[in-house]
């Protein structure tokens, strides 16, 4: 189907339900598309599948959707000027029903490969009528579709209500039939009468063939009788033949039979040549060919679904004429430029004098280079619109992670949902909140100073270098355990994990970042690394409206920072780097493997007299062998981001 339809049904859910249901229905219906061209051809099980999403969260039965989506396309297209066409089709409904071909068969040049549906008309009254409509879709839910479109069309050109029912729907092999009775006010209609004319107009035969150029006329076996004298010089004579071995019907979609035809003589028809016309089949290999028993040349290389002139096609009425017991096509060729005219080996001269139909051929070659122009060039603007957006949802993804890494998941789609349709800087969230264990891992970076370099400025740069891939180190590592880097310097950070939701396994995993800074200091870089841990209640909040960054406060980041104060301390024979309070290790899983020595007490900040000193530990560091992790259970596996967690005893 053509995006023109998806495009009219997406414009209704977002105007009727909002820009979110529709984001919710895409998703539902596993939609790709962002936006739909109205010239691109897309897969037919789309419209199902959006169906059955709006049934899921809009509350609405199927069968009301489906007459809304087609209600509403009639004022959608309207945009594109196809209104215009719809209002001159007919001076009345019935009018406009007999032409419902007709307006398929005009947006044949917009839509090349489109395969419209085919209706008729039968057993009309002044009340209303009986209308067929069949259809190479199988989507029992474009019956809907159809009868609300039907209901807009009455309602917006013709001021009536239409009341639309079905009377019968059936499916023969590739092919949906539906009967529709339509109610409505047909006084328009009015019975056929015969009016009786004494007088008699001769006409000669050669007279009746040069105003009908592609007539045919056959019987009720279906025997051709006679055919005009163009359609003569491309079919050879064809006469004795019957009409279904010679043409097929390809509009309306019924059999191609007499009494099937003697009813729907109101109808447009469309027949095509089964064979290639003359000249087409001269280049075929003649092991593709064979000769009938009238001597005529048949082909069976070629399919109509080929056609670019090596078919011809025919339009036109059926009319029963009485006096010869025999239906008459009166049609003309269906050409659509220069090319398909040549090709079909017909001239202009060929054609009718009385009609239009010179003109149009004329006219269609200079209109169709400059449709193929504008067509071509539409296309251009929604491939870029395309592109355009898929960058866009491209960059919206990446600042989506992007937040992620500077944020907790739960803070992040906070200011995310702040600033979903906003334009420049970010609008953060003024609140300030408590977070009641959050666990701070306060670090600094010294460099060693073995002057293996010479001069100031070299050392500098070696420096930089040691700094520059230490920090590497740190992101990666801080990012895998869970936490969120607050403030950093050349020669220090401070970063946190628990906030806003505390979880059983941030302390573990602080000792574990914390070791394995350590010894990538020491085997990396040559740096020596200090770390400082502690856990108690913290106040944090987002600061920051252009680069958003987490902001904490409190005694307990006070605490952290004057850990890193206290004297260093040997510990079998390496400077021990890594302190940690009492509050953490108290938090630590029971069957953690890590080794402790009692550190020195530190008074508190502020503390008044006779207040207990804060216990200490130390951490201590192997550097000679790998370590075990425990498995950090917490945000990062909530938050579904690059934050990975590790496994159960995965070596550091």
């Not at 006010?185 to 592609?214: C, G, H, I, W």
């Amino acid at each position: 189907m053509y995006g023109i339809l998806l495009e009219s049904i997406v414009t209704f859910i977002k105007k009727t339900y909002g820009e979110e249901k529709w984001e919710l229905v895409r998703k539902t219906a596993r939609v790709d598309q962002e936006n739909f061209s109205a010239h691109q051809v897309y897969a037919e099980t789309l419209i199902p599948r959006i169906v059955d999403a709006c049934h899921a969260h809009l509350g609405q039965p199927k069968e009301d959707i489906l007459i809304s989506f087609g209600k509403t396309y009639v004022e959608f297209i309207s945009h594109y000027g196809y209104d215009k066409i719809l209002k001159v089709v007919g001076r009345n409904f019935r009018d406009f029903l007999n032409g419902l071909d007709n307006i398929h068969e005009y947006l044949r040049f917009s839509y090349p490969k489109l395969k419209p549906p085919s209706f008729f008309c039968e057993q009309e009254s002044r009340t209303g009528l009986i209308l067929h409509y069949r259809s190479r879709r199988r989507y029992d839910g474009y019956t809907q579709y159809v009868m609300g479109l039907l209901k807009a069309v009455g309602r917006a050109f013709y001021k009536q209500d239409i009341m639309v029912s079905i009377l019968k729907q059936e499916t023969t092999g590739n092919m949906v039939h539906v009967t529709f009775q339509l109610n409505f006010d047909n006084s328009a209609y009015q019975a056929k009468t015969v009016t009786e004319n004494p007088t008699n107009l001769p006409l000669r035969m050669d007279v009746f063939y040069d105003l009908f150029p592609f007539h045919i006329l056959f019987d009720r076996e279906m025997i051709i009788r006679s055919i005009g004298k163009s359609l003569r010089a491309t079919v050879d004579d064809i006469t004795g033949y019957d009409a279904t071995q010679v043409f097929s019907l390809k509009k309306p979609l019924i059999d191609f039979s007499w009494d099937a035809i003697a009813g729907r003589t109101n109808t447009m028809f469309e027949l095509a040549t089964i064979d290639p016309i003359r000249g087409k089949e001269d280049g075929d290999d003649e092991a593709y060919t064979w000769t009938d028993d009238k001597g005529k040349k048949r082909s069976s290389v070629v399919t109509q679904d080929e056609d670019n002139g090596t078919f011809l096609r025919l339009k036109g009425q059926m009319l029963f004429v009485k006096e010869w017991e025999s239906m008459l096509f009166l049609g003309t060729a269906v050409l659509q430029d220069l090319d398909v005219l040549s090709q079909t080996g017909l001239y202009l001269n060929d054609l009718s004098m009385h009609d239009n139909s010179r003109d149009l051929v004329l006219a269609g070659a200079q209109q169709g280079v400059e449709m193929k122009l504008i067509l071509k060039q539409e296309q251009t603007r929604t491939k870029s619109l395309d592109d355009a957006l898929r960058k866009l949802e491209n960059e919206r993804h990446r600042s989506k992670e992007l937040m992620y890494k500077l944020l907790p998941k739960p803070i992040a789609d906070l200011v995310l949902a702040k600033n979903e349709n906003r334009i420049g800087d970010l609008l953060i969230p003024d609140t300030v909140e408590l977070a009641p264990l959050a666990t701070i891992l306060v670090c600094t970076l010294q460099h060693s100073g073995d002057g293996k370099t010479d001069g100031a400025e070299n050392s500098t740069m070696e420096n930089l270098r040691r700094t520059v891939a230490m920090q590497k180190h740190i992101d990666l590592a801080i990012e895998r355990f869970g936490f969120y880097k607050i403030e950093t310097t050349q020669e220090s950070f401070l970063a946190v994990s628990g906030i806003p939701v505390p979880n059983e396994a941030t302390e573990d995993n602080a000792c574990f970042l914390a070791k394995k800074l350590a010894r990538s200091a020491h085997s990396i870089t040559g740096m020596r690394f200090e770390a400082a841990i502690h856990t108690g209640p913290t106040v944090y909040s987002v600061v920051g409206c252009r680069f958003p960054r987490l902001c904490i406060l409190g005694p307990t980041v006070q605490t952290a920072q004057d850990l890193l104060k206290l004297p260093k301390i040997q510990l079998d024979g390496e400077l021990c780097s890594i302190l940690l309070t009492e509050s953490t290790k108290s938090r630590l899983a029971r069957d953690h493997t890590h080794k402790f020595q009692a550190g020195p007490s530190v008074p508190l900040r502020g503390s008044q007299n006779g207040q207990e000193p804060l216990k200490t530990f130390l951490l201590q560091v192997s550097y000679g062998r790998p370590q075990t992790l425990r498995h950090f259970m917490g945000q990062s596996e909530e938050r579904k981001d690059t934050r990975a967690s590790p496994s159960v005893h995965e070596p550091v």
